[in-house]
Structure formats: structure tokens, C-alpha cells
Nanobody
Framework: DVQLVESGGGSVQAGGSLRLSCVVSGYTINSDIYCMGWFRQAPGKEREGVGSLDSDGGTVRADSVMGRATISQDSAKNTLYLQLNSLKPEDTAVYYC?????????????????WGQGTQVTVS
């Protein structure tokens, strides 16, 4: 089975930066055509797409993080990353990575089959 484990979250002051990691097991990221995504969910809100990375190197980022977020992957470590800069209090959420893209909109949570457990990011 595919397993995703996120880490790197924490508490940070506004204006700070964090790099979130998503270690993938049971699947090799670059083994075929893929799309992986980052999502976040704040208390009382729906899960929303932060961005995605596909096997062509294309990235899509939500307007809310445009210019502040970078998505990358390390094949040797089979890991997906989300770098978030200039953090704002409204970035506070649990961040999830997702894989097993089913096609369609890369920002839609129901288009991914596998999910990690999430990592909490709190910005004050």
C-alpha cells in the first residue's frame, strides 16, 4: 500500500517560513506519470488545495499562496516538499499531502486516492 507521512509543521511567527516534507512509501514518485498535491484544512473550513506537482515538472499553486509557496520533490528520498514563506495567520491549518491522482482538477481533494495524516502549521 502507498503510505504518505508528512512532517515539518510547527508554530511560527508571521513572516516566517516552514518546509513541509511528505515521505512516500509503497510507490516511487518518478516511476511513472504522476501528480501529487498539497492541501490544507483550517478548523471549520473545507479542505483546500495549496498546490500540486506533476511528472512534467509543472506546478499549480492556489492564489492564496502564490508567490509564497514552492513545491518540489527529491527522487532519491522519494519525498515531496512544500516550502512556505512569508507566513500569515490565515495559513494556520493542518497540511496534507496526497497522491494517487485520479484525473481532473488537481485542486480537488476527491481526485486523490492516498493521503497522509497531516502536519499542523500554526502562525501567530
Amino acid at each position: 500500500d502507498v503510505q504518505l507521512v508528512e512532517s515539518g509543521g510547527g508554530s511560527v511567527q508571521a513572516g516566517g517560513s516552514l518546509r513541509l516534507s511528505c515521505v512516500v512509501s509503497g510507490y516511487t514518485i518518478n516511476s511513472d506519470i504522476y501528480c501529487m498535491g498539497w492541501f490544507r484544512q483550517a478548523p471549520g473550513k473545507e479542505r483546500e488545495g495549496v498546490g500540486s506537482l506533476d511528472s512534467d515538472g509543472g506546478t499549480v499553486r492556489a492564489d492564496s499562496v502564490m508567490g509564497r509557496a514552492t513545491i518540489s520533490q527529491d527522487s532519491a528520498k522519494n519525498t515531496l516538499y512544500l516550502q512556505l514563506n512569508s507566513l500569515k495567520p490565515e495559513d494556520t491549518a493542518v497540511y496534507y499531502c496526497a497522491s494517487g491522482f485520479l484525473g481532473g482538477a488537481t485542486s480537488a481533494p476527491d481526485r486523490y486516492k492516498y493521503w497522509g495524516q497531516g502536519t499542523q502549521v500554526t502562525v501567530s
